[in-house]
């Protein structure tokens, strides 16, 4: 009976591990959103008792995600298999811009990225790590974005997206630092990216600039020169995710580990 927690299941990326995971009977889903109405309307169709969501106001709140943590305790006995970090903040006001386009913007921005980005996860570790011990998988993951490896940004000159680039670089060492202090107990903790991944939710806020319509095409130019492959669905992606969750071990290099859906460093 294995049993999932995952953060940010409202949409895109989170709803399809929902999705996926729960189309077996045997697996228990559990979802934390910050619209529980709006989210159970969207999973109403499939119709499966086997998804749970719980309410939480922020990925930030630690007092919230302690209340939903202890509810999910609740559903699945005490004990957790696997604890997925999904929901990030990921930013409309800095997205297509460098640093230098919005010097004076930039300090809220980097600050809300850390938040939501490194400290949500450290909560969400904190509170699921008593879970995992007592689980069989006993596996952490956070989802990372090769725009947190240092080589790809600088070798393809990917210059937007700074600040959600340096919260997703930070929370990678919060994986390690997570993977230092637990693999002793067997616990695996990994930060996966989950490639380039079209959810429909559309690359550019309504209001997009003519500046950032052009950062974008850049930014898309940039991606396909890596490599020359249309985005994948969620569906994919989450497929190619799960594979990975499930073959690696803790005690190999996978512990602290920074990887794609591909299970390499191939980001895209
Ligand atoms: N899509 C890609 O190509 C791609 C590429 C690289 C990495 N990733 C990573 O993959 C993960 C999922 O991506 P996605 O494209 O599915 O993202 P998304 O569509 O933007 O969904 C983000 C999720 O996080 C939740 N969330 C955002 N801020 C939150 C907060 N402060 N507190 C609680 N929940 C919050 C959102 O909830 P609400 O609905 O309430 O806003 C939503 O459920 C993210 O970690 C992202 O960084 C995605």
Redesign the pocket.
Known sequence: MPSYLI??????????FVRQLSADPANTVIG????KQ??EQRMKEWKRDNIFTIQ??????YASLKNAVEEASKITGGSLDYAI??????SKLTNYFTFGDLPELIQKDMV?AF???VV?VVHFFNLTVPLLKKGTAKKAI??????ADDNMNVNFELDVSSP?SVS?AAMNMVVAKFAAEYKREGILFMAV???????G?GDMHPNASELEKKRFNETYAKFMAYKNTP?IT?EE?VKAMLGVFESSKTGTDRDGAFISHLGNKQ?I
Do not use: Q
């Not at 934390?32 to 619209?35: A, F, I, K, N, P």
């Not at 939480?56 to 709140?61: E, F, K, Y």
């Not at 970090?85 to 990921?90: D, P, R």
């Open positions: 953060t940010g299941t409202s949409r895109g990326i989170g709803l399809e934390l959103v910050r619209d709006a989210t939480i106001n922020d990925m930030a709140d970090a999904n929901a990030a903040y990921v809300d938040l939501v980005n949500g956070a989802l990372s974005t090769g725009l959600y997703k990216a989950p490639g380039l991944v079209d959810t939710a985005p969620a992606s980001w």
